[in-house]
T-cell receptor, first 111, second 115 residues
Framework: EAQVTQNPRYLITVTGKKLTVTCSQN?????MSWYRQDPGLGLRQIYY???????DKGDVPEGYKVSRKEKRNFPLILESPSPNQTSLYFC??????????FGPGTRLTVL | GESVGLHLPTLSVQEGDNSIINCAYS??????FIWYKQESGKGPQFIID?????DKRQGQRVTVLLNKTVKHLSLQIAATQPGDSAVYLC??????????????FGTGTRLKVLA
């Protein structure tokens, strides 16, 4: 089944404790992206990647890192999480300039 | 946790009626547009898309209309059913150059279907 998977689905952590949210897709898509979704603000892009080893900042990259060592995986790293990073996070993938397919989401709470 | 559906404009329709959800997009260079449905606790799911060389596209029970003159997109759902209750997101896609692509999402409209 063609899909985007994310793990974990739910995470509660404390300020400053490094965490990684994994994202994987099995559709051979070049383009992958991370978004955060907050009430009233919609989906905002954090980082995106157009192919292996090619990543770029989206609209809200501060406090986040990504890597794209393999085509299928695009992990999101929070080196030192803060409470303002409490949000619902989505990974998405697509062929270039086409429909993005979204993962199920990761709800992160930073205390 | 707090639902992303809070604070959104809400459209309430009677079951069986047609629904029209509107979206104003921001970039005149956008050439690809997508509608997504997002149910509570889930990721956005693709409904229908349209390229800028078209002004109308139909799917099963859904139609997307594009008016490039006023930068307006709409989603029409025929014979709305309780399962259509969700938040609907519009998205636009454009290439700012250098082979990159940008997607911009609207904040969404909540559709509530009344029995």
């Amino acid at each position: 089944e063609a899909q985007v998977t994310q793990n974990p689905r739910y995470l509660i952590t404390v300020t400053g404790k490094k965490l990684t949210v994994t994202c994987s897709q099995n559709m051979n898509h070049e383009y992958m992206s991370w978004y955060r979704q907050d009430p009233g603000l919609g989906l905002r892009q954090i980082y995106y990647s157009m192919n292996v080893e090619v990543t770029d900042k989206g609209d809200v990259p501060e406090g986040y890192k990504v890597s794209r060592k393999e085509k299928r995986n695009f992990p999101l790293i929070l080196e030192s999480p803060s409470p303002n990073q409490t949000s619902l996070y989505f990974c998405a993938s697509s062929f270039m300039g086409n429909t993005q397919y979204f993962g199920p989401g990761t709800r992160l709470t930073v205390l | 946790g707090e639902s992303v559906g809070l604070h959104l404009p809400t459209l309430s329709v009677q079951e069986g009626d047609n629904s029209i959800i509107n979206c104003a997009y921001s970039n005149s260079a956008s050439d690809y547009f997508i509608w997504y449905k997002q149910e509570s606790g889930k990721g956005p799911q693709f409904i229908i898309d349209i390229r800028s060389n078209m002004d109308k596209r139909q799917g099963q029970r859904v139609t997307v209309l594009l008016n490039k003159t006023v930068k307006h997109l709409s989603l029409q759902i025929a014979a709305t059913q309780p399962g259509d209750s969700a938040v609907y997101l519009c998205a636009e896609n454009y290439s700012p150059g250098s082979g990159t692509y940008k997607y911009i999402f609207g904040t969404g409209t909540r559709l509530k279907v009344l029995a």
